[in-house]
């Protein structure tokens, strides 16, 4: 499965949840596939979905998934003993991890080489880290929601994008409604 | 009362709930302080960008928040100031030390003061220079005006202003 495809099939499930997407193709999917106020769309700012989830999940009470992805993190890897070391609850990071820098033409990333995602964040003190495979994406997020505990799970699957529209919602839209249904 | 308690007084009187840091010698006092106060969640941050995103997160929460972090750190901000904090336009109060200005021993801060101003000038950032104890008093307005204004706006914190001279 290409990260289209599980974001597909785990759509019922995020909606109902406070949800932190990665900037690039995984926003826009997640856009055109169910657009919810629910959804934080980065629209830039590579990165940093982990972190903005982290401090959402810190400062209020709600289940807060966060959709990234194994290039994002990569660049941003000072995020994982942060979220080792202050992991709430209410804190699940899916890494989408497809091997590659889906956003800008599939390049691959070192994580589809020796690196181990999973591996770097359970040596980051993350507690419940799990490995799954894309087919598996729905029950496991759906176990990790139920389950109360903080979680980072690590989906692995295939390369690959499809083809939606850029986002061209206001990025002022997009935080107010979120907001707002954060504190609904 | 203590310049480090004068300060996380006025950020908590201004319901700064969660603070992300990365910590600079001139700072460790007001970190200190921050730690001593449960009104406050402080977030250690590995890198600036981090804390940001931390920040934003926070405030996406209905919390308001601030980060502490070192000048020479402006530079890896930069595209997080532009494409997260000024496009989804957040508040962001950012307390700084201000390396490399008179009294600074290490020549290599130096070269980021000399940015320092620059860079906050292009990203109009709103930016304010404690050079005198006197100038505290000022933070609390700062805060202040932060919040109405959703922006970031940054405080600058030299050498001259820790050590309390120029009274």
Redesign the interface.
């Known amino acids: 499965m290409i990260r289209s495809e599980i974001l597909k099939e785990i759509a019922p499930i995020l909606r109902d949840q406070l949800v932190?997407c990665n900037i690039g193709i995984p926003s826009q999917e997640l856009h055109a596939i169910d657009d919810q106020p629910t959804n934080?769309y980065?629209?830039?700012?590579m990165?940093?979905?982990?972190?903005?989830?982290?401090?959402?999940?810190?400062?209020?009470p709600k289940p807060v998934v966060v959709i990234d992805g194994d290039g994002s993190v990569l660049t941003?890897l000072?995020?994982l003993?942060?979220i080792g070391n202050?992991c709430p609850d209410n804190y699940i990071l899916m890494i989408i991890d497809n091997g590659s820098y889906g956003s800008t033409g599939d390049q691959p990333t070192y994580t589809g080489m020796k690196t181990d995602l999973a591996g770097m964040a359970r040596a980051a003190g993350c507690e419940t880290v799990i490995e799954v495979q894309d087919v598996d994406t729905g029950p496991a997020l759906q176990a990790a929601l139920d389950s109360g505990k903080g979680t980072v799970m690590v989906v692995k699957c295939d390369s690959g994008n499809a083809k939606m529209p850029v986002i061209t919602m206001d990025?002022?839209v997009?935080?107010d409604r979120?907001?707002k249904a954060?504190?609904s | 009362m203590s310049i480090h308690t004068r300060i996380v007084d006025d950020l908590i009187a201004n319901d700064i709930r969660f603070m992300t840091t990365v910590p600079c010698k001139q700072l460790a006092g007001v970190i200190e302080e921050i730690d001593n106060r449960p009104e406050i969640r402080h977030v250690p941050a590995n890198k600036e960008d981090e804390g940001m995103g931390l920040c934003a997160g926070a405030h996406l929460g209905g919390q308001r928040s601030a980060i502490i972090m070192q000048n020479t750190a402006l530079g890896v901000t930069i595209n997080t100031l532009a494409t997260l904090i000024q496009f989804y336009r957040m508040p962001l109060p950012m307390l700084i030390s201000y390396r490399g200005e008179i009294g600074e021993p290490v020549a290599c801060q130096v070269e980021m003061a000399v940015h320092t101003k620059a860079l906050l000038a292009q990203l109009h950032i709103p930016t304010y220079h404690f050079h005198r104890r006197s100038d505290v008093e000022e933070l609390d307005g700062i805060l202040k005006y932060c919040f109405m204004a959703s922006k970031p706006v940054a405080i600058l914190t030299d050498a001259t202003f820790w050590k309390g001279e120029l009274a």
């Open positions: 932190v934080f980065m629209l830039g700012t990165g940093l979905a982990s972190s903005i989830g982290l401090g959402l999940a810190l400062a209020q941003n000072g995020t003993p942060t202050n990025p002022v997009i935080r979120f907001m954060v504190a």
